[in-house]
T-cell receptor
Framework: GAVVSQHPSWVICKSGTSVKIECRSL??????MFWYRQFPKQSLMLMAT?????????EQGVEKDKFLINHASLTLSTLTVTSAHPEDSSFYIC??????????????????FGQGTRLTVV | KQEVTQIPAALSVPEGENLVLNCSFT??????LQWFRQDPGKGLTSLLL?????REQTSGRLNASLDKSSGRSTLYIAASQPGDSATYLC????????????FGKGTTLSVSS
């Protein structure tokens, strides 16, 4: 199946600093990537949707200047949490959906998920 | 606005029991429905994907059904094992192309040996 690699898996940063999280599709072209956030014992909440080469679409209540999303290539999207604060501590996870894969299976109906990133801001 | 609800929030069963997890969604105009497994602090593992035109999907001891008109899905786990302990998430994808999944809060399952 399709593989989405997310890095880092966990990060601890000081309040006020910025953190970048990478999401890569390893064996298919991800035309659309989604970024979710999950607080403890809560569901995954969609933060933003990004299509390759265009600006991300943010969900209501998500600050686009704080959560910078770049999707400059068909295999890489990044989420940068700027000026992080303790309340930004959460589990961030990406998913990717794309074109026909190298292996021949259709990837345009499923979204494949990365392993997630546990962010702790101290 | 699509909302996904999962009942129960938590479930504890002894090993060997068959069990059913429930998922309901408010808008029946979905493209597909997907069940995931999430282990503590980990990402998601896709279990079953049901297209809107399908009624059920099976994989091993897992069987998922979909009744789109009533906005319901169930995940049936046969002969549960301690290794099945995890949180199970239900998610639906809206009809519009390129849309994200909308998740329920999940059911946390604990299977004791």
């Amino acid at each position: 199946g399709a593989v989405v690699s997310q890095h880092p898996s966990w990060v601890i940063c000081k309040s006020g600093t910025s953190v970048k999280i990478e999401c890569r599709s390893l064996d298919f072209q991800a035309t659309t990537m989604f970024w979710y956030r999950q607080f403890p014992k809560q569901s995954l909440m969609l933060m933003a949707t990004s299509n390759e080469g265009s600006k991300a679409t943010y969900e209501q209540g998500v600050e686009k200047d704080k959560f910078l999303i770049n999707h400059a290539s068909l295999t890489l999207s990044t989420l940068t949490v700027t000026s992080a604060h303790p309340e930004d501590s959460s589990f961030y996870i990406c998913s990717a959906r794309g074109r026909q894969g190298v292996a021949g299976w259709a990837v345009n109906t499923e979204a494949f998920f990365g392993q997630g990133t546990r962010l702790t801001v101290v | 606005k699509q909302e996904v609800t999962q009942i129960p929030a938590a479930l504890s069963v002894p090993e060997g029991e068959n069990l059913v997890l429930n998922c309901s969604f408010t808008d029946s105009a979905i493209y597909n429905l997907q069940w995931f497994r999430q282990d503590p602090g980990k990402g998601l593992t896709s279990l079953l994907l049901i297209q809107s035109s399908q009624r059920e999907q099976t994989s091993g001891r897992l069987n998922a059904s979909l009744d789109k008109s009533s906005g319901r899905s169930t995940l049936y786990i046969a002969a549960s094992q301690p290794g099945d302990s995890a949180t199970y998430l239900c998610a639906v994808r809206r009809v519009q192309a390129g849309t994200a999944l909308i998740f329920g809060k999940g059911t946390t399952l604990s299977v004791s040996s």
